[in-house]
């Protein structure tokens, strides 16, 4: 876990037609003003919205537990935890970040059949009872420290069609469950359900039916045994962009039916499943900057072919595998750059290899690719960099971990206050998406029994997506400091306090800050204003200038309109804990490294 993770932080509000794109080429203008052009995020957290829309539509039954291990920025947990979800933790130090953001302990998973003792011990103090097991000396440590837990047997599945398989670690073998169920009859355990992962980057979906099947059966022998269960964890794996091989709704086809078939609605059963990089790959889009180039020549190319693509291009970056590119080693990624600088037509590519910045040789971010002729200072951006990257990032040979950036469009954020708010009242006639009654907000109001909704017309902004707008973007920025009150922005954390918070409650405090360009940029020398205009577009002082600013002003009525009535709803309980927000969507053998594999999702 990465436990620099800061206390307060910055995040920015999208004008409406601005992407995170657009956030990303502002950050390269303002770095490329400076010295210090060192990489960075954008984080869309917006996108990690619209991926809930879509789990809930295309998996209605299963209640997220997303799978913390991933990606533990507190950004992310905070608008999850806004949204309902539940969370899988594989330590103390994540089951610590999750409940400081004030998340019950009963929306908590302890997915790690493999514990601590001090571990089960802490968990037991503070409240989290539902653990995994998959062995009898489990069994015996739990009941030494956690009389009361809610244990899920997990069992081994056919994981040989994944990319990072996790059953040659975890998981027991269908002809040892009877055995273990008995064994924790014998201590008293209460074993409430069963749980499996079909491994990340799973290409056939067949497995996840034969593994719900699977469950079936030992669920049959929990119930001859005497025991109640009523939970099914179908564990995680599932893809985290349209990029892959095997598309999100190609899996959820073959679930489904499954779950009907093996575990029907009617049944009582609860189905929860662990996503990670689901939620997050999409969201990260990570920036890094050329520092260094060597040019390989080709001794023995003929004459004639001279002024052609004989070279080699060797760019070196500053960020690796030690750092965000360490999914390359522990997650099989295959990471390919696009270029910030769009190449002329005519441009001649070059055969390329891109290294990382410390001193092993191990530090090869690309072993080949085709780029252009760039030069030291250009910048080179990867897409889908949320999933095990900045979890695993280590500050190898002094290189420390980009900064981030969070945004996040005030749609977006209108759609979070929405779906929170519709899960305190009773939902509004008319044409509603059904989202689980898990999403239900978290708040000191009593959480009804009916399903919290999503309009219809929410679900389908939030799935489309928005184009790039080539203009300078605009945006508000607020700054998230627990317990200072002389923000005059939107405040979005608070220091926990006892009992469950309100996430996401808007607190309109005063107009919005917009920040775009500097009123000292005009006084900037004509070669940087040129460039910075020449990136992103900027016409000073244009009719669309005036335009936006009186959207903007629009917006903040509304919003404090909004606060009005949110105020009412909650009965003027107190502000949120929340984060910041937004929207748009961050091969070497390996198993010498085998036992870093419950690095990923769903251990």
Not at 19 to 30: F, G, H, L
Not at 470 to 495: F, I, K, S, Y
């Amino acid at each position: 876990m990465n436990t620099a993770t800061p206390t307060e932080f910055d995040f920015s509000f999208l004008e409406e037609g601005f992407s995170a794109r657009d956030i990303v080429e502002q950050k390269i203008n303002e770095s490329s003003m400076t010295d210090d052009r060192d990489a960075f995020y954008v984080c869309d957290l917006g996108d990690v919205l619209k991926k809930h829309l879509r789990w809930v539509r295309a998996l209605p039954r299963v209640t997220p537990y997303y799978a913390v291990k991933c990606n533990d920025s507190r950004a992310v947990v905070m608008t999850l935890a806004s949204l309902g979800a539940g969370f899988d933790c594989a330590s103390k130090t994540e089951i610590h970040m999750v409940q400081s953001l004030g998340v019950d302990a009963d929306r908590i998973i302890y997915a790690n059949p493999c514990k601590q003792v001090s571990q089960i011990k802490y968990a037991s103090a503070h409240g989290v009872r539902m653990m995994t097991f998959d062995s009898e000396v489990e069994l015996m440590k739990v009941a030494r420290c956690h009389e009361n837990a809610k244990l899920v047997l997990r069992i081994a599945t056919d994981d040989s069609k994944a990319v990072c398989r996790l059953s040659v670690k975890f998981g027991a073998q269908l002809k040892a469950c009877r055995g273990l169920l008995e064994r924790a009859k014998e201590l008293g355990l209460n074993v409430i359900g069963v749980s499996f992962h079909v491994g990340s980057g799973c290409t056939d979906p067949g497995t996840y039916s034969q593994a719900i099947a699977d469950a079936r059966c030992v669920f049959d022998i929990g119930d001859e045994l005497g025991f109640n269960m009523d939970l099914l964890d179908i564990g995680g794996g599932f893809p985290g962009s349209d990029e892959t091989e095997l598309k999100f709704e190609e899996i959820t086809a073959i679930i489904n039916p499954a779950m009907d078939k093996y575990f029907p609605a009617d049944s009582g059963i609860k189905v929860i499943a662990e996503p990670g990089r689901f939620y997050v790959a999409s969201a990260y889009t990570l920036v890094v900057n050329i520092i260094a180039k060597k040019v390989i020549v080709d001794d023995e190319s003929d004459e004639e072919d001279e002024g052609t693509n004989e070279k080699t291009l060797m760019y070196y970056v500053n960020d690796g595998v030690y750092g965000s590119f360490n999914c390359i080693l522990y997650d099989h990624a295959h990471c390919l750059p696009t270029l910030h600088k769009k190449p002329k037509p005519d441009e001649v590519m070059y055969p390329c290899s891109i290294w990382g910045p410390t001193c092993d040789g191990l530090d090869r971010i690309v072993e080949q690719c085709y780029l252009p002729d760039l030069q030291v200072g250009d910048w080179l951006v990867f897409d889908n960099m949320g999933a095990y990257t900045v979890a695993a990032a280590s500050t190898f040979n002094g290189f420390q971990r980009p900064d981030m950036h969070y945004v996040m469009s005030r749609s977006a954020w209108q759609t979070v206050q929405q779906i929170c708010a519709q899960g305190l009242a009773a939902p509004a006639e008319g044409s509603l998406f059904e989202v689980p009654a898990g999403c239900g907000r978290e708040s000191s109001l009593e959480v009804p029994t009916k399903p919290c909704q999503a309009h219809d017309s929410l679900l389908e902004d939030h799935l489309t997506g928005a184009g790039r707008v080539q203009d300078q973007p605009r945006h508000a920025q607020a700054h998230l400091d627990p317990g200072d009150d002389r923000h005059q922005n939107r405040r979005l954390v608070e220091p926990l306090r006892p009992g469950p918070p309100a996430y996401f409650k808007a607190e309109a405090k005063g107009d919005l800050q917009q920040v775009g360009q500097d009123a000292g940029d005009a006084e900037r020398e004509g070669d940087a204003v040129e460039r910075q205009a020449h990136h992103a577009g900027v016409a000073g002082g244009s009719p669309r200038e005036a335009e936006r600013e009186a959207e903007a002003e629009q917006q903040g009525e509304k919003l404090q309109e909004a606060q009005v009535a949110s105020d009412g709803l909650h009965h003027g309980s107190a502000p949120v804990d929340g984060e910041r927000g937004g929207e748009r969507h961050g091969d070497r053998d390996t198993q010498h490294r085998q036992g870093t594999q419950d690095a990923n999702e769903g251990v």
